[in-house]
């Protein structure tokens, strides 16, 4: 392993720890009222998952020249990164219901439907969304931002993003899509929220619009990058290694990068992809390469 991979392992690592400190500070107590279901928020945001969405925040706040107190944009980034991550958290206990994907494994653990009861489970998923939004209204920076951001988080999040994207998702099994298709759904299912990740870190930061274009270009790059490998990963890794489920999309006939287009030519695209997302980051130099190396993260991850 070389000296820059070992130093970004040690700052991804670094960043989860944090942000596990943030969600744990930000999530309601264990035992206050109703406790089952504070306790099923807390199972299923604490205590596991990459922290990418997270780790995103901070890389795209990190590339950007910061406006205003430091002070007020490290707590805001750390409202920003949270709420992604518990929306994020949301999309995951919903994805596995019994109504959707019905999986009862999810980062190495039962699913919080199976941990606790399905109804606690959809409540826990509908609490931890206004809990996100309400992060983001406590960012002490100027009202504006705050609004731009409140903006980008519900529209990545809503019909025209990740519910969407589900919605399609949902109504494919068992059909044929067409590349424009499948990308359209990924587009909208998975890279909304990792797009909007790297919006939040720029937008807490004060970033240019010429920043702000560069960083769009580099989202979009990950954002598919991080599906095509996610089903690439489907039929190549563990259950194990996983933590969740392998095999599930085959297995449920769904349309994927793989099905769609093969192995070797869906790895070929994640590789096409990562070298777009580094070609987008040259305008923003140096202050990025945490964005460059998360992204070559993303695709050569192996859960
Ligand atoms: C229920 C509205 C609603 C949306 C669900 C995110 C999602 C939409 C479904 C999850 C299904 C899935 C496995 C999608 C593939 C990509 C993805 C989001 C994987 C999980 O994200 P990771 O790998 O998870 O970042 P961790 O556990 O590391 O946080």
């Known amino acids: 392993m070389t000296q820059q991979h070992l130093a970004f392992a040690d700052w991804l690592q670094s960043r989860a720890q944090h942000i596990e400190t943030v969600l744990d500070d930000c999530l309601p107590a264990a035992d206050a009222q109703p406790a089952r279901?504070?306790?099923?928020?807390?199972?299923?945001?604490?205590?596991?998952?990459?922290?990418?969405?997270?780790?995103?925040?901070?890389?795209?706040?990190?590339?950007?020249?910061?406006?205003?107190?430091?002070?007020?944009v490290q707590a805001s980034m750390d409202r920003a990164a949270a709420a992604v991550e518990l929306i994020h958290a949301y999309s995951l206990i919903h994805d596995d219901l019994p109504c959707m994907d019905d999986d009862v494994l999810r980062r190495g653990r039962p699913t919080t439907h199976v941990q606790f009861d399905e109804a606690t489970a959809m409540l826990a998923g509908d609490a931890l969304q206004p809990l996100a939004f309400e992060l983001l209204a406590e960012m002490p920076i100027a009202p504006a931002l705050v609004v731009q951001a409140t903006r980008a988080l519900a529209q990545a999040a809503g019909s025209l993003g990740m519910a969407g994207g589900q919605a399609i998702d949902l109504d494919s099994v068992g059909r044929s899509l067409s590349r424009d298709e499948l990308q359209t759904m990924h587009t909208m299912k998975?890279?909304?929220?990792?797009?909007?990740?790297?919006?939040?870190?720029?937008?807490?930061?004060?970033?240019?619009?010429?920043?702000?274009?560069?960083?769009d270009d580099y989202a979009h790059a990950i954002g598919l990058a991080f599906q095509v490998v996610d089903d690439i990963l489907d039929v190549t890794a563990d259950t194990a290694s996983l933590g969740k489920t392998a095999g599930?999309?085959?297995?449920?006939?769904?349309?994927?990068?793989?099905?769609?287009?093969?192995?070797d030519d869906a790895r070929a695209l994640a590789e096409e992809l990562r070298v777009a997302a580094h070609a987008a980051l040259v305008p923003l130099?140096?202050?990025?390469?945490?964005?460059?190396?998360?992204?070559?993260?993303?695709?050569?991850?192996?859960?």
């Open 285 to 303: 130099g140096d202050s990025a390469s945490m964005l460059g190396r998360l992204a070559d993260y993303i695709v050569l991850r192996d859960r």
């Open 37 to 72: 279901l504070h306790a099923a928020m807390r199972y299923a945001v604490l205590g596991g998952g990459k922290r990418v969405r997270a780790a995103l925040v901070y890389a795209a706040g990190q590339a950007c020249p910061v406006n205003g107190s430091t002070v007020a």
């Open 248 to 263: 599930k999309d085959a297995a449920g006939n769904k349309p994927t990068y793989v099905s769609l287009l093969g192995l």
């Open 190 to 215: 998975t890279g909304a929220m990792l797009a909007c990740s790297v919006a939040l870190g720029g937008i807490v930061a004060g970033a240019s619009s010429a920043t702000r274009e560069a960083l």
